[in-house]
């Protein structure tokens, strides 16, 4: 998950800047996407990177900390799913899902979404810390939920420090799980830790891929940084794992270089290697997409999501900060587009981003079945 720090009401004034910024730019910028591009692919395609939320309500088991359920951020949050805490507390966490199915059925071009769990912190005996967890949302509740919306798909969070890890993604393979999510600086995993190579050894033995965070995280209060080092995916690899790069480390440095170079020196050693491009067209992004479109290590490995909720938040995704790399007209046309989906896709796709990036998701995780 990726997230502007700014304070939420300081964000519509950010996309009205940002927009008259843009507008003043169109006059003289040359329109050039960063590749030319490419017609979409036929039929509908997989979100891999979708969130849900919830407090707790309707028996759900999710977790919110004390800090964050006082946050501005989790009003912010919660209302890009449409939905408030007030309805939440009535009708029970369910209602993101229901929402979140409701809003994707009303796409054109998407026909399905993965849905993630998260997994907390877990301490030294095993047991889930929830001193040091802020959110938590449980694979049982996804597996008892999702099944009722026919183009939702779940990826299950399992810890690996949990003594009955192991266990617990048989569990989940059986329930329908289609990919495992970590998120190291939230959840204090080491994917270098030797200690895990018999987790990722299960997770080739059930064809499950790892989609992990990879770079800086900004959406909690607190977070273990350094653990976001692509370079520390090297274990899962080495044992044959499917390690999806999620935001192709598109923030943050590791000994001044960028977390971004470091996984395209990984791509270009593995193959097992992929980055999903949710959140990069994001106001904070912007300046890794060229080199994300171009550089050679990257083709054929780029999968499609949205990081959704956040591509909902139009101060955070606009056309409109794509004045050098989009016609006017087609900053109108994509802006005025309502379903969140199609005009995510409809941007990725006038900047340039490859046509094999939309199908390579199912491609991949019709491999796991």
Not at 38 to 52: Q, R, S, V, W
Not at 82 to 91: D, N, P, Q, S
Not at 190 to 196: G, M, N, S, T, V
Not at 208 to 219: A, F, K, N, R
Request: aromatic share 8%.
């Amino acid at each position: 998950m990726q997230f502007l720090s700014a304070p939420a009401r300081r964000l519509p004034r950010l996309l009205s800047l940002g927009t008259l910024a843009a507008l003043a730019l169109s006059a003289t910028a040359a329109k050039r996407p960063y590749r030319p591009a490419e017609p979409l692919p036929a039929g509908t395609f997989i979100d891999l990177h979708c969130h849900t939320a919830g407090i707790g309500a309707g028996g759900s088991g999710c977790y919110v900390s004390p800090e964050l359920l006082h946050s501005y951020k989790l009003a912010f949050y919660l209302r890009s799913f449409g939905v408030t805490a007030r309805e939440l507390r009535e009708h029970g966490d369910a209602l993101v899902l229901d929402r979140l199915s409701a809003r994707l059925a009303r796409s054109e071009h998407l026909g399905r979404a993965v849905v993630l769990a998260l997994d907390g912190v877990v301490d030294a005996h095993g047991q889930l810390d929830f001193a040091h967890t802020e959110v938590y949302v449980p694979n049982e509740f996804l597996a008892e939920e999702i099944p009722k919306h026919p183009n939702l798909l779940w990826g299950a969070s399992v810890n690996p420090y949990r003594p009955d890890a192991l266990a617990r993604l048989e569990w989940a393979k059986a329930h329908g799980a289609v990919l495992v999510k970590w998120l190291p600086s939230i959840q204090h995993i080491d994917p270098a830790d030797e200690h895990l190579v018999p987790f990722y050894r299960k997770l080739v033995e059930l064809h499950l891929p790892l989609l992990v965070h990879t770079g800086d995280e900004h959406s909690f209060t607190r977070a273990e940084n350094h653990l976001g080092d692509p370079d520390r995916l090297r274990l899962p690899l080495r044992e044959g794992v499917t390690v999806i790069a999620a935001h192709a480390a598109t923030t943050g440095k590791i000994d001044g270089e960028r977390c971004f170079d470091r996984l395209a020196r990984l791509m270009s050693e593995h193959p097992n290697l992929y980055a999903d491009i949710s959140s990069l067209t994001q106001l904070n992004k912007r300046a890794y997409l060229a080199e994300l479109l171009t550089r050679p290590e990257f083709a054929h490995r780029l999968l499609y999501g949205t990081d959704y909720p956040l591509v909902e938040i139009r101060a955070l995704v606009s056309p409109w900060y794509f004045p050098r790399q989009l016609t006017l007209r087609q900053r109108w046309q994509i802006a005025r587009l309502s379903n969140p989906w199609d005009r995510d896709v409809a941007l990725k796709q006038a900047l340039g981003f490859p046509a094999d990036c939309w199908i390579r998701p199912e491609q991949l995780l019709s491999h796991a079945d």
